[in-house]
């Protein structure tokens, strides 16, 4: 198989609050919009997040809930530094910033339908940890 993207779609109930959530705390932009779906992107970065309607009829009734249960990740130069940022944009915290053993300062952020964001700074793992990095390149 030759694969030339891969992007998450979230399913909501509200469309146009997902929409605003992700262009106001993570500044991307809609690169195509409709009322059912939306297909957002940062205008610097190679990477696409897309939200759509639960209610929308290509989708079979066993798909038709929102995206709770979902947590996405975004990786950031200085986790520290998002977390005022976010902070003084009045973003919901449900994870405070922290060092984790694994290699992570990170937060989470609590965002539309259920889905929790989850913002990562790469750090230097602990000694438990670092054989688990395998090196490998996607």
Do not use: N
């Given at each position: 198989?030759?694969?030339?993207?891969?992007?998450?779609?979230?399913?909501?109930?509200?469309?146009?609050e997902?929409?605003?959530?992700?262009?106001?705390?993570?500044?991307?932009v809609?690169?195509?919009?409709?009322?059912?779906?939306?297909?957002?992107?940062h205008?610097?970065?190679?990477?696409?997040l897309?939200?759509?309607?639960?209610?929308h009829?290509?989708?079979?009734?066993?798909?038709?809930?929102?995206?709770?249960?979902?947590?996405?990740?975004?990786?950031?130069t200085?986790?520290?530094?998002?977390?005022?940022?976010?902070?003084?944009?009045?973003?919901?915290?449900?994870?405070?910033?922290?060092?984790?053993?694994?290699?992570?300062r990170?937060?989470?952020?609590?965002?539309?339908?259920?889905?929790?964001?989850?913002?990562?700074?790469?750090?230097?793992?602990?000694g438990e940890?670092?054989?688990?990095?395998?090196?490998?390149?996607?």
């Amino acid at each position: 198989m030759t694969t030339t993207g891969c992007f998450p779609v979230l399913l909501s109930r509200d469309v146009q609050e997902a929409r605003g959530f992700y262009e106001r705390y993570f500044g991307l932009v809609p690169r195509f919009e409709s009322d059912w779906y939306v297909q957002l992107g940062h205008p610097s970065q190679a990477f696409e997040l897309a939200v759509m309607t639960t209610q929308h009829d290509s989708l079979p009734a066993a798909a038709q809930t929102p995206a709770a249960g979902v947590l996405l990740s975004f990786e950031v130069t200085d986790a520290s530094a998002e977390h005022a940022r976010l902070a003084a944009l009045g973003a919901e915290f449900v994870h405070g910033l922290r060092d984790e053993a694994w290699g992570q300062r990170h937060f989470m952020m609590r965002g539309p339908d259920g889905v929790f964001v989850d913002v990562i700074e790469r750090i230097a793992p602990s000694g438990e940890y670092t054989d688990a990095y395998t090196g490998a390149e996607p």
